[in-house]
């Protein structure tokens, strides 16, 4: 993403830092990105200039050591989202899957609180989908693409749950999304 898409700290519903993960259907396992490095991952709310002030989510992920943007998933009303551990959640699009490995249990609980909170959004029609610019899902650094899914294993959420009140958004320049996919 360029300085003037990145997302505003103040634009997240939540951030939590974890492990990006990506299915390899191969050998039937999830592989850490980028080998297991940790990242500030969050839900946070953006304005298309193109979709005439109308606002989507997207889940936005970037490297905590050098600020590289790893995961970028606009929600979508279908998104499939499973927690499976307390610690392990994934979500998938199509044929593709990406998935989190949290810090806490507690960070895992906030960051699914994040996602029902945009995807209630969504279904209220307080925000709009994400554009199917790449499939909805960019795993920059290796090139798959996948789009989001219905949330699945509710649980009780607990009092440690930890949200940003968020004011501000972000306007989304969906002409990068555009040249991305065509580079």
């Not at 970028?72 to 490995?101: M, S």
Request: aromatic letters at 6%; proline letters at 2%; charged letters at 30%.
């Amino acid at each position: 993403m360029t300085e003037e898409t990145h997302p505003d700290d103040d634009s997240y519903i939540v951030r939590v830092k974890a492990v990006v993960m990506t299915r390899d259907d191969s050998s039937g396992g999830w592989l850490a990105q980028d080998g297991g490095c940790l990242s500030r991952v969050g839900v946070c709310k953006v304005l298309s200039a193109e979709l005439l002030g109308r606002s989507s989510f997207l889940i936005h992920g970037e490297r905590l050591k050098d600020k590289q943007v790893i995961l970028e998933c606009f929600l979508k009303k279908d998104l499939v989202y499973t927690k499976a551990t307390p610690t392990f959640h994934h979500w998938k699009v199509d044929n593709k899957k990406c998935g989190l490995t949290f810090q806490s249990p507690a960070d895992a609980r906030a960051f699914d609180r994040g996602v029902r909170k945009a995807m209630e959004d969504l279904t209220e029609g307080t925000g709009e989908e994400g554009e199917d610019y790449e499939g909805c899902v960019s795993m920059l650094l290796n090139g798959s693409t996948t789009s989001s899914s219905t949330i699945q294993n509710e649980a009780e959420l607990g009092d440690d749950d930890v949200f940003t009140v968020s004011s501000s958004i972000v306007v989304l320049n969906t002409s990068k999304f555009r040249d991305i996919k065509n580079t």
